[in-house]
């Protein structure tokens, strides 16, 4: 597996940073499910791929409303970053292979290498990059297992907003509507009832 990809920058707030990430690697080690399907994407997925989005975002919701099971997934967002293999034909592959040795998960591939045409932005640089311009800041993150079974974690927003259940706009989002649509097509003020909805008044009405 190659290094993952991207960093962070320390900060005044680095010891509530690393906190939070021990916080989120236990929860992922309790997991019945989560290290093997990290392990599995370690050994058969992308070089430097990490599971991403709603995978690890979900988990979290889920043990902070104190749920017994996971909430079922549409699929497990699997993301990294190949300049040399940009086409989707690539991506597919890639599911064929996950899916093959573990088809309890619909895996779905993106190389963000190639992400920006889709979302009309500029080329991002890295994961991590691309993860910046994610709708909510809830939704950008993700974990990787490295090779001696240790888990990574990439949070270009951190994690505070994730453990507080508080569900905001990304802070490059430019498409305000992309955020309430996506917040009321998913339901999850429904499904994840504790949830506070970061916006303005006029936004949580359209909610409604």
């Known amino acids: 597996m190659n290094d993952i990809q991207g960093s962070f920058q320390r900060t005044d707030g680095a010891e509530r940073k690393q906190q939070l990430e021990q916080r989120l690697v236990a929860l992922l080690l309790s997991d019945p499910q989560a290290p093997g399907h990290l392990s599995h994407l370690r ?26 099971e996971r909430t079922p997934l549409e699929d497990a967002d699997v993301i990294y970053y ?3 293999h940009p086409d989707e034909a690539e991506e597919k592959a890639w599911e064929h292979r996950l899916g093959a040795g573990c088809p309890e998960l ?17 080329p ?27 888990i990574a974690v990439l949070a270009p927003h951190g994690l505070e907003d994730l453990f507080a259940l508080r ?3 990304g802070p490059r989002l430019t498409d305000a509507g992309l955020f309430l649509r996506r917040t009321r097509s998913k339901q999850w003020l429904a499904k994840w009832p504790r949830l506070q909805l970061i916006s ?5 009405e359209e909610l409604t």
Do not use: F
Request: a negative charge; one cysteine or more.
């Open 167 to 169: 569900l905001r706009p």
């Open 124 to 150: 991002y640089g890295d994961v991590a990059d691309a993860m910046s311009c994610w709708p909510e800041t809830a939704t950008a993150v993700a974990a990787a297992m490295r090779e001696d079974g240790a």
């Open 200 to 204: 303005d008044k006029d936004k949580k």
């Open 43 to 68: 050994d058969h997925g992308p070089p430097g791929a990490w599971l991403a989005a709603g995978y690890v975002r979900n988990l979290v919701w889920d043990r902070l409303h104190d749920y017994r």
């Open 106 to 122: 619909r895996w779905s591939c993106k190389n963000q290498a190639r992400m920006h045409i889709v979302s009309g932005l500029p």
């Open 82 to 84: 190949d300049q040399e």
